[in-house]
Nanobody
Framework: QVQLVESGGGLVQAGGSLRLSCAAS????????MGWFRQAPGKEREFLAT??????YYADSVKGRFTISRDNAKNLVYLQMNSLKPEDTAVYYC???????????????????WGQGTQVTVSS
């Protein structure tokens, strides 16, 4: 029903920046809350940020460094990542959800569709 494709990952040095993009198709983009998650090898998938309409929420680990935004006209959601650290190394996923309650969007349970992921590697 909904397909999500991430792009923009790569290898960067600590302190550098990357902007991830997520392109959505197969649904009405503006009706979905969008989120970004990441998963490092051997670790659980971690919530990073969500945006519903103009409202945003960030995990403490990325607050002040990462910014989520969306362009509904282009069916795109972005994650601007600044001041990257080696511990930010992970596969980054975008997700789309229809959860009514905002609290549900702070975990994987609030999302119905997931992208394939894009690798972000931060070197020290």
């Amino acid at each position: 029903q909904v397909q999500l494709v991430e792009s923009g990952g790569g290898l960067v040095q600590a302190g550098g920046s990357l902007r991830l993009s997520c392109a959505a198709s197969g649904g009405t983009f503006s009706t979905y809350a969008m989120g970004w998650f990441r998963q490092a090898p051997g670790k659980e998938r971690e919530f990073l940020a969500t945006i519903r309409r103009s409202n945003t929420y960030y995990a403490d680990s990325v607050k002040g460094r990462f910014t989520i935004s969306r362009d509904n006209a282009k069916n795109l959601v972005y994650l601007q990542m600044n001041s990257l650290k080696p511990e930010d190394t992970a596969v980054y996923y975008c997700a789309a959800g229809t959860a009514y309650y905002s609290l549900s969007l702070y975990s994987q349970d609030g999302y119905d569709y997931w992208g394939q992921g894009t690798q972000v590697t931060v070197s020290s």
